[in-house]
């Protein structure tokens, strides 16, 4: 399913607004304002019309739509050179990791 994030785990999809769940760091991205407002393609299970439960992070289901390309959602410590999936402080250093879309995902 493609479409624009909104805030509030919302899809604006040609179809309509589709509410969006998922795991732990899944919602992370999600409610990260980085990624608010971006285009995304999601891979997941419609439960309930208007509804969708994404696939869990490690499936990879989750993609930014930009200049004609998917690309992967990760996240980069430039400091200890560490890739994670979700917002929030480097396992490492603790700094905050800066949002990298990529086409490798690792
Ligand atoms: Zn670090």
């Given at each position: ?14 179809s ?24 995304l ?7 309930a ?5 994404i ?5 990879k ?36 990791t ?9």
């Open positions: 399913m493609r479409g624009k994030l909104l805030a509030g785990q919302l899809l604006e999809a040609a309509g607004p589709v509410r969006l769940s998922g795991d732990e760091p899944t919602r992370g991205v999600l409610n990260d304002p980085r990624v608010i407002g971006l285009e393609e999601l891979i997941g299970q419609s439960r019309p208007g509804s969708l439960e696939d869990p992070i490690h499936k289901a989750l993609y930014a739509l930009k200049d004609g390309k998917r690309l992967f959602v990760t996240y980069w410590c430039d400091i200890c050179s560490i890739r994670t999936y979700t917002p929030g402080q480097c396992w490492c250093c603790q700094e905050q800066e949002l990298d879309l990529r086409e490798r995902y690792d």
